[in-house]
């Protein structure tokens, strides 16, 4: 095998494989030959700067925002106040106007074994301009806290629009690195793709809540400027039937809400919305997926709804990839990608983005759909319709890096390497997006691994491979 090289849509095969490679075959890509180490990294003390309650009785505390309707005109404000209820309402207003609005919301708590939580704040505010710089403020009462966020543009097909990819982020040294690199990255992403495993409370004795509360205060200086999409991962499960907590996705479903029922999902755990020129569907690894259950029925109809005139980008995030080429969590997520990869290739879907996996890795065009259990064709073939499938679940938690991988790098895979960092995903136009991934070790602008993407619905045939 050689390295594809592709320009103005000529796919040329070049025979470079001896030169490029030690190994007398060379299968795959780029294995980076970064080496890091394996140590476990602990979570930032309680005590750390990034944890600080806001002053004040009552402050609110772990404000974040979402998207809150399908198309971008809502936004959740979710916080958290202590002491007492205080006020669910949000006030806002536009930049250039002075007339404030008032929008009211609910307050709920959970308990979770000996842990309660406090007043839990989720209010939708409505009727909002595209493209505008909204002011709100929440806690009215007693401590008022002031935040700002922009509305997307009007969904349309040729709206240029940055996401930033984050995955497995936990609360480390590491993972305030990350977020700092997102933060001083020149390239200013708009609003966050997560892809799964929040705070990594679940690693601590019957999951410690208050490892919840830590991460909503770690995670404002970000999302309570800029939405956060979520995605599930198995970190928010929290199932602890032996301390009578058998009811999964407690502590998240509770904390963090997204807008599901836009799009006529019956769970919290798959939806979709779309935001400027993309259509973003958000699966659950951890929910039934099989033929006749809700997630499967819901993207079955979900997927032909998908309007590319529209919507040129689609996205999928999911937490487990279905591929994966580290040792650690191999072919978990092989059964929903039995279930739903041809769907995939089917709809054209562009990218696909998963964490999981503790590292970084970006796969070539391909599909792997002809098997039918006796026909033995099970080898992943390029593919020009198939998505590009990246893992970013390199945010940097407590469980540290996954760094052995399957050797030799299989030919579907593109490019991996076993570091912290995040990613971008640029939107130009219709036809090009520009996906860059960013290391922690790097200074801010640079571009460890990046690619332009042709879109596949707009620019099918430029290239064989992206
Ligand atoms: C919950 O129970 C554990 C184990 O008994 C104990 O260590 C912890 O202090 C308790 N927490 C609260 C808030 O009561
Ligand atoms: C908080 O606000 C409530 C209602 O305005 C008031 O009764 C209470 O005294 C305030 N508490 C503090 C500590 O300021
Ligand atoms: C987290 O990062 C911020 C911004 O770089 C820094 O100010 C802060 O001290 C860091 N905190 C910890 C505990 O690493
Ligand atoms: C798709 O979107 C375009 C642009 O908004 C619109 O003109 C067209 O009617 C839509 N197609 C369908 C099938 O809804
Ligand atoms: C789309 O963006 C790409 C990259 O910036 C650019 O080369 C191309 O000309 C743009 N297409 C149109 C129609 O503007
Ligand atoms: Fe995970």
Same mark, same amino acid.
């Given at each position: 095998?050689?390295?594809?090289?592709?320009?103005?849509?000529?796919?040329?095969?070049?025979?470079?494989? $001896?030169?490029?490679?030690?190994?007398?075959?060379?299968?795959?890509?780029?294995?980076?030959?970064?080496?890091?180490?394996?140590?476990?990294?602990?979570?930032?003390?309680?005590?750390?700067?990034?944890?600080?309650?806001? #002053?004040?009785?009552?402050?609110?505390?772990?404000?974040?925002?979402?998207?809150? %309707?399908?198309? +971008?005109?809502?936004?959740?404000?979710?916080?958290?106040?202590?002491?007492?209820?205080?006020?669910?309402?949000? $006030?806002?207003?536009?930049?250039?106007?002075?007339?404030?609005?008032?929008?009211?919301?609910?307050?709920?708590?959970?308990?979770?074994?000996?842990?309660?939580?406090?007043?839990?704040?989720?209010?939708? /505010?409505?009727?909002?301009?595209? %493209?505008?710089?909204?002011?709100?403020?929440?806690?009215?009462?007693?401590?008022?806290?002031?935040?700002?966020?922009?509305?997307?543009?009007?969904?349309?097909?040729?709206? #240029?629009?940055?996401?930033?990819?984050?995955?497995?982020? +936990?609360?480390?040294?590491?993972?305030?690195?990350?977020?700092?690199?997102?933060? $001083?990255? !020149?390239?200013?992403?708009?609003?966050?793709?997560?892809?799964?495993?929040?705070?990594?409370?679940?690693?601590?004795?019957?999951?410690?809540?208050?490892?919840?509360?830590?991460? +909503?205060?770690?995670?404002?200086?970000?999302?309570?400027?800029?939405?956060?999409?979520?995605?599930?991962?198995?970190?928010?499960?929290?199932?602890?039937?032996? @301390?009578?907590?058998?009811? !999964?996705? =407690?502590?998240?479903?509770?904390?963090?809400?997204? #807008?599901?029922?836009?799009?006529?999902?019956? @769970?919290?755990?798959?939806?979709? /919305?779309?935001?400027?020129?993309?259509?973003?569907?958000?699966?659950?690894?951890?929910?039934?997926?099989?033929?006749?259950?809700?997630?499967? =029925?819901?993207?079955?109809?979900?997927? #032909?709804?998908?309007?590319?005139?529209?919507?040129?980008?689609?996205?999928?995030?999911?937490?487990?990839?279905?591929?994966?080429?580290?040792?650690?969590?191999?072919?978990?997520?092989?059964?929903?990608?039995?279930?739903?990869?041809?769907?995939?290739?089917?709809?054209?879907?562009?990218?696909?983005?998963?964490?999981?996996?503790?590292?970084?890795?970006?796969?070539?065009?391909?599909?792997?759909?002809?098997?039918?259990?006796?026909?033995?064709?099970?080898?992943? /073939?390029? %593919? !020009?319709?198939?998505?590009?499938?990246?893992?970013?679940?390199?945010?940097?938690?407590?469980?540290?890096?996954?760094?052995?991988?399957?050797?030799?790098?299989?030919?579907?895979?593109?490019?991996?390497?076993?570091?912290?960092?995040?990613?971008?995903?640029?939107? =130009?136009?219709?036809?090009?997006?520009?996906?860059?991934?960013?290391?922690?070790?790097?200074?801010?602008?640079?571009?460890?691994?990046? $690619?332009?993407?042709?879109?596949?619905?707009?620019?099918? @045939?430029?290239?064989?491979?992206?």
């Amino acid at each position: 095998m050689g390295v594809r090289w592709e320009f103005d849509g000529v796919l040329v095969l070049a025979l470079l494989g $001896l030169c490029l490679c030690a190994a007398p075959v060379c299968e795959g890509g780029i294995t980076s030959s970064y080496v890091r180490n394996k140590d476990l990294v602990h979570d930032m003390p309680l005590d750390s700067d990034v944890f600080r309650v806001p #002053p004040g009785y009552n402050a609110p505390q772990q404000v974040h925002i979402t998207q809150g %309707d399908h198309v +971008g005109k809502r936004v959740i404000v979710s916080w958290v106040t202590p002491d007492e209820p205080g006020s669910s309402t949000v $006030l806002y207003w536009a930049e250039n106007s002075e007339l404030k609005k008032s929008a009211q919301g609910i307050v709920l708590t959970y308990k979770y074994f000996n842990y309660t939580s406090g007043y839990i704040h989720h209010c939708t /505010i409505k009727d909002l301009e595209f %493209d505008t710089k909204y002011y709100y403020e929440v806690g009215n009462g007693n401590t008022t806290r002031k935040f700002w966020f922009r509305t997307p543009p009007s969904v349309g097909p040729d709206v #240029p629009y940055t996401f930033g990819l984050i995955g497995d982020l +936990g609360q480390t040294p590491d993972s305030n690195r990350t977020l700092t690199h997102y933060e $001083l990255n !020149p390239v200013k992403g708009q609003t966050i793709l997560f892809v799964g495993d929040l705070s990594y409370a679940d690693a601590y004795p019957f999951h410690d809540n208050t490892r919840w509360d830590t991460w +909503g205060r770690f995670i404002e200086r970000i999302a309570a400027y800029q939405p956060w999409i979520w995605t599930a991962g198995n970190h928010e499960i929290d199932f602890l039937p032996e @301390s009578g907590e058998s009811k !999964p996705f =407690k502590p998240y479903t509770n904390r963090y809400h997204v #807008p599901y029922k836009a799009s006529q999902s019956t @769970s919290p755990l798959w939806y979709s /919305i779309k935001r400027a020129s993309a259509h973003i569907i958000v699966l659950s690894s951890y929910s039934a997926y099989g033929k006749y259950t809700p997630q499967y =029925k819901w993207l079955e109809k979900e997927l #032909p709804k998908v309007n590319r005139t529209e919507t040129p980008w689609l996205i999928v995030l999911m937490h487990s990839p279905l591929y994966s080429s580290y040792i650690h969590h191999y072919m978990e997520g092989e059964s929903m990608r039995v279930m739903y990869e041809a769907w995939f290739v089917e709809y054209k879907v562009d990218v696909v983005f998963a964490g999981h996996v503790h590292a970084y890795e970006r796969s070539e065009r391909i599909s792997n759909i002809a098997y039918n259990i006796v026909n033995g064709i099970c080898t992943p /073939i390029s %593919d !020009p319709s198939a998505p590009v499938y990246i893992t970013i679940g390199d945010g940097g938690n407590l469980e540290g890096l996954v760094t052995d991988m399957t050797q030799p790098q299989p030919s579907y895979s593109a490019y991996r390497e076993a570091s912290f960092g995040h990613g971008i995903f640029d939107i =130009k136009n219709r036809t090009h997006a520009f996906f860059s991934w960013h290391r922690n070790q790097d200074g801010y602008a640079v571009e460890a691994d990046s $690619l332009w993407l042709h879109n596949r619905y707009w620019k099918p @045939s430029l290239s064989m491979t992206y």
